[in-house]
DNA sequence: CAGGAATATAACCGCAAGTGCATGTACTCG
DNA sequence: CGAGTACATGCACTTGCGGTTATATTCCTG
């Protein structure tokens, strides 16, 4: 099972649920007419995200919460860390901060 | 094809070359044994990568360097932010800086 | 030019993932 | 208790991915 939180987010719907989440706590229902999809369809992109920990359901009567549950993000901000010095060429960024360094 | 960021590091093979090419170029040789795969193995994940803009090629004779562009990581990073703040208990931390602010 | 080294591409295979449809389950309400 | 609502699960199907083996390509070297 691809309970890798990599694998899990491989897939936009399952990312667009996150999105969705982050606002608030949401129904299957709206899930399902946000993302365009067959009620089973979102069930079962939640059952991938139950299983990777990244949402956690609460039960009222027929009806089931489901909450966004960030932790096993840290992993791949884990992964992404070395990596994020790189890209934005901080060069001016940092000539700034030198700059500034120098005023003082 | 899955050219986006999010689908190319969905496989673990493709984030340890990524990991490996952090710390310098490398040729498909030595990552064909670091990730423990059969040669064409690694040129296909290779390949995805080059589709997806994360390395870049630069042969020399037979040889081909590979090397990082971790410019489309960016994209990943930027769908992280705004979860960023939430799984780190950052309750201490920012009590820090209130207080901080406070003594100012 | 022949042979070998380094890599890419092709052809093929197995399997798991994503999707739709039909059905099951649990709860509410009249 | 019967009907309807909200969701999960099972099944069938298709597709694409990741893997391997075999082959093509390119270049160096003797």
């Known amino acids: 099972m691809s309970s890798e939180p990599f694998g899990v987010l491989a897939d936009p719907a399952r990312r667009r649920i996150l999105d969705l989440l982050r606002e608030r706590p ?9 993302i365009g999809l067959s009620q ?12 990777a920990g990244l949402v956690t359901v609460r039960p ?5 919460w489901y909450e966004l549950r ?23 960024a940092l000539e700034r901060h030198l700059d500034t360094m120098d005023d003082e």
Chains 1, 2 share one sequence.
């Not at 089973?40 to 299983?51: M, N």
């Not at 960030?70 to 010095?85: G, H, N, Q, V």
């Open 70 to 92: 960030p932790e096993p993000l840290a992993e791949i901000d884990a992964w992404l860390t070395p990596y994020r010095w790189m890209w934005a060429d901080r060069f001016d």
């Open 60 to 64: 009222e009567a027929q009806r089931r």
């Open 26 to 34: 949401r129904l299957v229902g709206e899930l399902t007419e946000a």
């Open 40 to 51: 089973p369809g979102t069930s079962k992109h939640l059952r991938v995200l139950r299983e």
